[in-house]
């Protein structure tokens, strides 16, 4: 069973909505040598249907239709989330995280993301909940309303408690 998720709270920004539900962070949560079509089936088990993969572009962006999971499956990158490219870092609420091969985030929609270095070719599996609309890219400034909706399952855990079922919870 993987490790319950990190949550980070990211406060809206000028140009960022964020979310009120935290991103989440699930370290270790597939083996460091797993491949994407794991991924894809324990997200997919859990109602998070596969719609790519790739690295995660250097320009910052979110998604305003839809929630986002990212199965990590090789390399390593520094990410930043909660920021739009050129805003000022104070008074916002952004957060940088190193991620490995065997993580996964589950992005809120409206949280911006971006890489800001990767190594080792860099590649992940996105997932998004059945059901939802398709992703759209938003980079800033474009005041779009968040859908709010909370997923019938986590990606990672499915209905086990302690991940985005307890935590997105309101």
């Known amino acids: 069973m993987p490790s319950k998720p990190q949550p980070f709270y990211l406060n809206p920004t000028p140009l960022v909505p964020n979310s009120p539900y935290p991103l989440l962070v ?14 894809a089936a324990r997200f997919e088990q859990n109602a998070w249907i596969r719609q790519w993969t790739y690295g995660m572009y250097d320009r910052s962006h979110y ?13 390593s990158a520094l990410l930043k989330f909660g920021i739009a490219d050129g805003e000022a870092e104070e008074p916002c609420s952004a957060v940088q995280l190193e991620v490995h091969a065997g993580d996964a985030i589950i992005i809120p929609a409206g949280v911006a993301h971006r890489a800001v270095r990767d190594t080792g070719g860099f590649m992940m599996v996105g997932a998004y909940p059945r059901g939802s609309k398709q992703w759209d890219m938003n980079y800033g400034g474009e005041n779009k309303p968040v859908v709010s909706s909370v997923p019938d399952a986590d990606p990672v855990l499915g ?12």
Not at 159 to 170: F, H, K, N, R
């Open 26 to 39: 699930y370290r270790d949560a597939f083996p460091k040598d797993v491949g994407p079509d794991a991924i």
């Open 63 to 75: 998604h305003s239709t839809t929630h986002e999971a990212l199965g990590i499956f090789r390399g």
């Open 159 to 170: 209905q086990d408690p302690g991940g985005l079922i307890d935590l997105w919870a309101m």
